[in-house]
């Protein structure tokens, strides 16, 4: 699933290329992706918006229209948001759609697009999604903001607000595992199971400790790691070791600075112990036994 970083970059780009545009029409050939609403109600109240924002919450994506409207988008585990031209063909099989621009695009994880917003200079942003899991959600500011989604997000990972006295605040009244802790979105927002895995290492603290048990001195550094290593990931324009590409259909060039994740049995990169894996919460958890003991 994209993180925070690779969000962000897609925020970025956006901001970049789209901004001021009007919206003139939508296609989707996987209308459950729209909820609280249907493709006719959809493509008659969001055509004519001009598109005043873009602005990441957590990881969700936040369009900002005229007219109080906002739509918000989640990519889910393998959608990401791409500009550019395409075009589409129904089939009697189904729909066929086409890249109209060669490069990156051309790459198998940007064939599976499943939504286009057709723009008013003739740009388009399309959702490629193997998994058919992203979800949006379209309405006035107010209800758009008061779903839970995003209601309930905690502090975001990089707001200027988290301070060490805020962050001590969250964790440390928490009993569960640090690593599912930093990966709750009612938390901390944004995080999840790359940066979390690098933060703890980073940190030398194993993902397994109990937050609460945590001392003053290792939320210190790992405060200081997540801000670190997140805004590395920014501007390296994310980690692409599974799906993830950004608004050109390129890799982020973060894979190299992946630290312990899905690196088990390797060496440690401070000591040469193996790298181990363990389960918390359904989630996978990588760490150095020597480096990160319990």
Request: proline share 3%; glycine share 8%; charged share 30%.
């Amino acid at each position: 699933m994209p993180e925070l970083p690779e969000v962000q970059t897609i925020v970025n780009d956006l901001n970049r290329k789209i901004i001021d545009e009007t919206v003139v029409d939508f296609w989707t050939d996987w209308p459950k992706l729209l909820k609280n609403t249907n493709l006719t109600r959809f493509k008659k109240e969001i055509r004519g918006l001009k598109i005043e924002k873009i602005v990441r919450r957590g990881k969700n994506i936040l369009f900002y229209f005229s007219g109080n409207t906002i739509l918000s988008l989640h990519q889910k585990m393998t959608g990401h948001l791409m500009v550019g031209k395409w075009k589409v063909t129904k089939k009697r099989t189904g729909w066929s759609v086409k890249n109209l621009i060669p490069g990156h695009q051309d790459d198998r994880v940007n064939q599976y697009i499943h939504a286009i917003f057709y723009l008013k200079s003739g740009k388009m942003i399309a959702l490629s999604d193997m998994r058919k899991f992203a979800r949006i959600d379209f309405g006035k500011e107010k209800d758009v903001l008061s779903l839970s989604g995003i209601r309930a997000l905690g502090t975001d990972a990089l707001d200027p607000e988290l301070t060490l006295d805020n962050f001590k605040a969250v964790i440390k009244r928490r009993k569960k595992s640090i690593k599912q802790v930093l990966m709750d979105p009612s938390v901390i927002a944004g995080i999840g199971n790359i940066y979390a895995d690098n933060i703890l290492w980073s940190s030398k603290v194993h993902p397994a400790r109990s937050a609460k048990t945590l001392k003053d001195s290792e939320l210190k550094k790992i405060l200081a790691n997540t801000k670190k290593i997140l805004k590395k990931a920014v501007r390296l324009r994310g980690t692409s070791v599974g799906d993830y590409r950004d608004t050109a259909g390129k890799s982020g060039r973060y894979g190299g600075e992946v630290l312990v994740y899905r690196r088990t049995g390797e060496p440690c990169r401070r000591c040469g112990i193996p790298i181990k894996k363990i389960v918390l919460g359904q989630r996978s958890a990588h760490f150095c036994p020597k480096c990160q003991k319990r």
